[in-house]
């Protein structure tokens, strides 16, 4: 079975700052894809930024982007110049190509401080 | 375009009661998938049906919880009588074509919350 950590459960920086929330994914499979969903205070999941796994090239989208390292199943995102609007919650999502289920992390609670 | 339909946005019921939670995919969009998210944690997939079929449903508890997705009309989660442990946050999201990932994610609805007394 696939899964899918978050080892930071909340993190903090000041607004304009670089902040990176790490992902690491477990799975046998070759062809997969990954994404960060944002969770803000409204509830909404919004999908954020997506990967396939199959590009070597990091995804990127505005001032988001990832860094994929698909030998260490590592996947992390990056958000520049930070905004309070990017307060929310973050959860990475794993799929494999063809399965449709989505399995999420525990999230990271992200936090810009003004 | 409208996205995700999710009704209703918040539901109430008592222990032993049946709650039925409805989804109208995006426009266009024939496949359908249903995740809770209790509190504090991140969303476990239950279910995911296309018109008139359920697909997979290795998320879904054994009892009490089924889900529908008929030829016309949404798509109806329905949890025949509620325990406190069912209060949760239930999102559905649909995809147009096979493929939860690549060029067709998932769009997801704003979620119905579902609060046992």
């Known amino acids: 079975a696939q899964t899918v950590t978050q080892s930071q459960p909340e993190m903090s920086v000041q607004e304009a700052e670089t902040v990176t929330l790490s992902c690491t994914y477990d799975t046998s499979e070759n062809n997969y894809y990954l994404f960060w969903y944002k969770q803000p205070p409204s509830r909404q999941m919004i999908l954020v930024i997506r990967q396939e796994a199959y590009k070597q090239q990091n995804a990127t989208e505005n001032r988001f982007s990832v860094n994929f390292q698909k030998a260490a199943k590592s996947f992390s995102l990056k958000i520049s110049d930070s905004q309070l609007g990017d307060t929310a919650m973050y959860f990475c999502?794993?799929?494999?190509?063809?399965?449709?289920?989505?399995?999420f992390g525990t999230g990271t609670r992200l936090t810009i401080i003004p | 375009n409208a996205g995700v339909m999710q009704n209703p946005r918040h539901l109430v019921r008592r222990r032993g009661q049946e709650a039925r939670l409805r989804c109208s995919p995006m426009?266009?969009?024939?496949?359908v998938y249903w995740y809770r998210q209790l509190p504090e944690e991140g969303l476990k997939f239950m279910v995911y049906l296309q018109k008139e079929n359920i697909i997979d449903e290795s998320g879904m508890p054994k009892e009490r919880f089924s889900a529908e997705f008929p030829k016309e009309g949404p798509s109806i989660l329905r949890i025949q009588q509620v325990v406190r442990g069912d209060s949760a946050a239930y999102f559905c999201?649909?995809?147009?074509?096979?493929?939860?990932?690549?060029?067709?994610?998932?769009?997801f609805g704003d979620g119905t919350r579902l609060s046992i007394l």
């Open positions: 999201a649909s995809s147009p074509i096979t493929g939860g990932g690549g060029n067709q994610p998932q769009h």
């Open positions: 999502a794993f799929t494999n190509f063809g399965n449709e289920k989505l399995t």
């Open positions: 426009k266009g969009h024939s496949h």
